[in-house]
């Protein structure tokens, strides 16, 4: 029922407020970037975020992150985060994703089965200011455009017309009903059909079969990938480190004890789930478990993938349980209403999507490792699609820029003041510019970091592994 007593500010109130935060915080502000006197090593902190995972993976993650300055990049979020923090903010809050690098935006299939695009990554989402989203999207992209050897003005095109694209879209949503904001979702094929017209053959071809490709990548190809025939009964398939099956990875004793508490974690996320949904989930049994080591800044996380069967070993269900710990936001951000870091995730994922993952759920582990640890489960792959970064040309990464843009601002208009927001964007390019100037000046700081933690893997600070 609705809070008969809660006032609720006009549209005309909402807009003065936005074009009032102007005078505050100037658009052409967001620019600034210098690095602050006491910055932290960011090595350090990078190390930081290491002492709670498994020892024996961090060394992958250190080797995942030196392999470029964009990986650094994915995997050094909570660096960014603190650099964030002393950057101009006009004090209007959204849910955030909190690690809104392009690679994080990709094709996701809904539960009715439309394949959509979206945000995927919400290990550190929390409420925050808007701005820091778009910021960090706006820097992968000048780090992926020099990667790709684009120049100067290519990078800034492409970082300019994002920002437009998030600024247009965020004003269209201003003025449109909170129910329509809430249904509004990007459906690939619609959206290809609107904008192919316009490509070059090649990219036509790229994208088409890129749409194909996603709808193939569900649970059946997971299971041809990720599962063998052992005898008469369907196990996962090592692929050390990055797949490794419980029973490979410890002895029969500690082996039996992690494996009841990971069926206990399953049976008990289910109680987050829709009531259809938990019915679905109860036909399943668990057949097997492994560990899987996931993505760059995720290295070292716990992280389990459980294969299920149904009605038999061709009815498949493939669960991601995945650690979640603190967001890197939430010492400049504040820690959000959630204590559990798996509802934190699941909360700001089903708040910023259009439409999650059926499965997508969590639940907290008593022991585990000797402390208390929280986690949140979905399916492992349903339709989904990476875009290729190293790949786009400049006029792809362009349209992709745009893609972006677009979808972060229908995200940050479900939970944030879409009106105030739109307001303070205003209808001129002056925070496309800001944000362009913005993202070339953290792209050199992000290299600077990188190359520190190529000196400490140098002298022996941290130990760096790579697996080909």
Known sequence: MADA?????????????????????????????????????????VERQSASRLPELVPLRYGRMLESPFRFFRGAAAVMAGDLAGTPSTGLRAQLCGDAHLLNFRLLASPERHLIFDINDFDETLPGPWEWDVKRLSASLVIAGRANGFGGPERARVVRETVRAYREAMD??????????????????????????????EDRRRVSRVLAKARTRDHLQALNRLALTVGDELRIAPDPPLV???GDLLPDVERAHLEQQLRELVDRYART????????????????????????????????????????????????????????????????????????????????????????????????????????????????????????????????????????????????????????????????????????????????????????????????????
């Not at 915080?25 to 910055?39: Q, T």
């Open 5 to 45: 007593g809660r006032t609720h500010p006009s549209p005309q109130e909402r807009a003065a407020r936005g074009r009032a935060a102007r005078a505050l915080v100037p658009r052409s502000r967001h620019a600034e970037f210098a690095p602050a006197a006491d910055r932290p090593d960011p090595v350090a902190v």
């Open 172 to 201: 269209g949503y201003a003025g449109m009903r909170n129910l329509d904001v809430w249904y509004a979702r990007i459906d690939a094929d619609e959206l290809y059909g609107a904008l192919s017209e316009g490509w070059a053959k």
């Open 244 to 246: 490794v099956p419980l």
């Open 273 to 468: 789930l829709q009531a259809d949904r938990r019915t679905l989930l109860a036909q399943y049994r668990v057949a097997d478990m492994a560990r899987k080591v996931v993505g760059v800044g995720s290295v070292g996380t716990r992280c389990w993938i459980v294969l299920l069967l149904g009605r038999d070993d061709t009815d498949p269900l493939l669960l991601q349980a995945k650690e979640a710990q603190e967001s890197v936001l939430a010492p400049y951000a504040g820690p959000g209403p959630f204590s559990n870091q798996g509802e934190r995730v699941v909360s700001g994922q089903r708040l910023m999507q259009a439409a999650s993952d059926m499965f997508l759920g969590w639940e907290r582990v008593e022991g585990l490792d000797g402390r208390q640890r929280d986690f949140y489960l979905r399916q492992l792959r349903d339709w989904k699609a990476i875009p290729q970064a190293d790949t786009m040309s400049p006029g792809l990464m362009r349209q992709f820029g745009r893609l972006c843009g677009t979808t972060l601002a229908r995200a940050h208009a479900r939970s944030g003041d879409r009106i105030a927001i739109a307001a303070y964007l205003g209808r001129s390019d002056a925070f496309d510019r800001a944000l362009a100037e913005f993202a070339e000046r953290y792209a050199d700081q992000n290299e600077r970091d990188h190359r520190a933690l190529a000196e400490a893997a140098r002298t022996g600070r941290v130990a760096a592994a790579s697996v080909a």
